[in-house]
C-alpha cells in the first residue's frame, strides 16, 4: 500500500492506493481505516484502490472535530477526486463509506462515473445528527429529485424497510 497526503483546511488527510490502472475511490467504515477497502480490493484486476482517510480516522488528522460529518466527509474526498483530474471515477464504500459514495453521487455527479455500495449504513435505523446520509435529497424533502422505478424490494426478509433507486431529476 503506498501512502500520500492530502492538504484539505490545513489538514493532512491521509491517502492510500493499491493496485495499478483506472482509478477506483473506494471509501472506508465509521473508526476504519484505508486498511479496510485494501483487504477486499482484488489485485491485479486493472484497477487502482484510493482511499482517503476521513478526518481522524486512520493517519488523517482530526482538525476541529465539530465538523466531522457525512457532508464534511463527502466533501473532503470530492476534493480529492477533483484533485485527481481523473474525471468521473468509480466511486464507492464500506458503510460508513457507503453513504459518503452515495452523497458523493448526489452532490457531484459529475466526478463518478458508476458506484459500489458494500454494507451502506444506516437504512434500517437511524444515524447520529452529523452523519445523516443525505437528508436534503430525498424527494419527500427536495422537489428536484425523483424515484425511479416502481418496484420496491425489501432489503431484509420480514422488515418493512425498503428501497427504491432515487436519481437528480
Excluded at 66 to 83: E, G, N, P, R, V
Aim: glycine share 8%; with cysteine.
Amino acid at each position: 500500500m503506498l501512502r500520500c497526503t492530502f492538504l484539505r483546511d490545513d489538514l493532512r488527510l491521509s491517502v492510500a492506493k493499491t493496485g495499478e490502472g483506472k482509478t477506483f475511490v473506494f471509501q472506508h467504515g465509521l473508526c476504519g481505516t484505508a486498511a479496510q477497502p485494501a483487504e477486499v480490493f482484488p489485485l491485479d484486476i486493472g484497477w487502482r484502490c484510493v482511499t482517503l482517510e476521513c478526518r481522524g480516522h486512520g493517519l488523517s488528522e482530526s482538525g476541529d472535530r465539530d465538523k466531522f460529518s457525512l457532508a464534511q466527509f463527502a466533501d473532503d474526498t470530492s476534493a480529492y477526486i477533483d484533485s485527481l483530474n481523473v474525471g468521473p471515477a468509480l466511486v464507492g464504500g464500506i458503510s460508513m463509506g457507503a453513504a459518503i459514495a452515495m452523497r458523493i453521487a448526489l452532490t457531484r455527479p459529475e466526478l463518478v462515473s458508476g458506484l459500489v455500495i458494500v454494507r451502506p449504513a444506516w437504512i434500517d435505523r437511524s444515524a447520529p445528527d452529523n452523519l445523516s446520509p443525505n437528508p436534503d435529497f430525498w424527494p419527500h424533502t427536495n422537489p428536484q429529485m425523483h424515484c425511479c422505478g416502481s418496484k420496491r424490494r425489501r432489503l431484509r426478509p420480514g422488515s418493512n424497510v425498503t428501497h427504491r433507486t432515487i436519481w437528480p431529476r
